[in-house]
């Protein structure tokens, strides 16, 4: 079965996260990100309400180069901690630090933490399905 935007409810969007400045790559990386396919509210963060019953289009495309895609889903923890979640069982979760504040604007920074480090990615593109 294909999925097309109009499938989608009005609120999802297209976020492209991009690596941001830090010591290995002083002047960040576009070869390393996420894109996200995720509800966001008015104020342009992570609409919980939304997400709810559509968590299963809420999806997380990770690419790094020189290693394959890797693709999962928009998780939730008690408590509102967001996470990204690639395979059964916690071990590869990614953490999105403060995700439950973030606004996803183009130029706005966020974190996450991955593999034992947390790394800051840029928010290069908001847009439509």
Same mark, same amino acid.
């Given at each position: 079965?294909?999925?097309?935007?109009?499938?989608?409810?009005?609120?999802?969007? &297209?976020?492209?996260? *991009?690596?941001?400045?830090?010591?290995?790559?002083?002047?960040?990386?576009?070869?390393?990100?996420?894109?996200?396919?995720?509800?966001?509210?008015? *104020?342009? @963060?992570?609409?919980?309400? *939304? /997400?709810?019953? &559509?968590?299963?289009?809420?999806?997380?495309? &990770?690419?790094?180069?020189?290693?394959?895609?890797?693709?999962?889903?928009?998780?939730?923890?008690?408590?509102?901690? /967001?996470?990204?979640?690639?395979?059964?069982?916690?071990?590869?979760? %990614?953490?999105?630090? &403060?995700?439950?504040?973030?606004?996803?604007?183009?130029? %706005?920074?966020?974190?996450? @933490?991955?593999?034992?480090?947390?790394?800051?990615?840029?928010?290069?593109?908001?847009?439509?399905?």
């Amino acid at each position: 079965m294909t999925t097309t935007p109009q499938d989608f409810p009005a609120s999802f969007r &297209h976020v492209r996260l *991009e690596l941001a400045r830090e010591k290995d790559h002083p002047g960040g990386d576009s070869r390393y990100g996420y894109d996200l396919l995720v509800p966001l509210d008015t *104020e342009s @963060r992570i609409d919980p309400a *939304e /997400w709810k019953p &559509h968590q299963a289009a809420c999806r997380v495309r &990770h690419f790094q180069d020189g290693e394959s895609d890797r693709i999962g889903r928009l998780r939730r923890k008690p408590g509102g901690t /967001w996470y990204f979640d690639y395979e059964a069982g916690p071990a590869d979760d %990614e953490i999105g630090f &403060h995700f439950d504040q973030e606004r996803f604007v183009p130029g %706005e920074y966020v974190s996450i @933490r991955r593999g034992g480090e947390t790394h800051t990615y840029q928010v290069v593109k908001v847009g439509p399905i």
